[in-house]
């Protein structure tokens, strides 16, 4: 009886194991499936409770440019640095310093380079600071009630230095340098223009006619009718004498430094070569120099005008 039972119970153990082993093995899945969950959900409600507040927000302005203060998009989404902040504190430029490269790239015209210059413009000396609105009346083309104000023209700071054979100055402005032509008191105002008058013989009464100069460089702006702009930043130099206004030894070309300052914004740098300008700009030189300004109409040459007084300077080398 007792081997009958036996073989019984064999039998029984081999026909579950055989029969219901797919049984065995589903519960073991699901049990483990939900053992699972379990944990996953565990481990959810430990970082929503224990990982600080802005934590995700802060991932996301690391990752894709969005400001954690406020959950919008920020400037430096697009990965691009500035070198230079809304105020140069270098050398004293107030307002934008950032040229606009799409006005600048409208140039026409050779006399331009691109490079940037930063650490010669950081090394520029403040040379004279003009006061907001110093306009003037030259005596002749200009509108029957006297020139009109036009910032673009109106000098603030003048910053210059010798680096490597050439002379750099920078103009800084009380207005922007127009991208196109504009129309202002019903004209067309079809050039800007910047000038430097260089005594370097000690004789303002004794130069280039009522200039008084040896030497004169300038930059004029051209803005036609049809859009194009040109730059033309060119000096004459060496005064010949003799009572000519306009007789002087050489002529020649600078360039205008787009890749700081230009169209767009309130300042524009230039420089020339030295060996153009041989008598003028030898460090230690004490020279004297005044500068004037003008825009020039489809009406009137001297639409806005100013001219300032002799101011003296020692040429720096940087």
Known sequence: MLEYLRSQKEEFLSNFRQNKRPYYLLIVFFTAAIAGTLIIIFQVWAIQVFTPPNFHLEKKSADFGIDPATGSPSKATSGKKSNKSSTDTANGTSGSSTPSSSCNSAIKGTSTSSTPIDEIENSLALVVTDAEGNYSNPGSEQPPGGVYPFPAIDFQQIYMGTRDGRIYIKFTL??????????????????????????????TGDGDGWLGSEDHLQLNFKYEDNGDIWAAPWYRANYLGGGGEEDFETTGNGLLHTGNGGLGVNYFIISYTTSGLPNSFTPGKNLN???WSEAGSNLYSHFSYSHNKWIPWTVLGI
């Open 289 to 291: 120099f005044n500068f």
């Open 174 to 203: 009380f207005g922007t340098i127009p991208c196109q032509q504009e129309t202002s008191e019903g004209n067309r105002i079809m050039s800007v223009t910047s000038n430097l008058g260089i005594d370097n013989d000690g004789d």
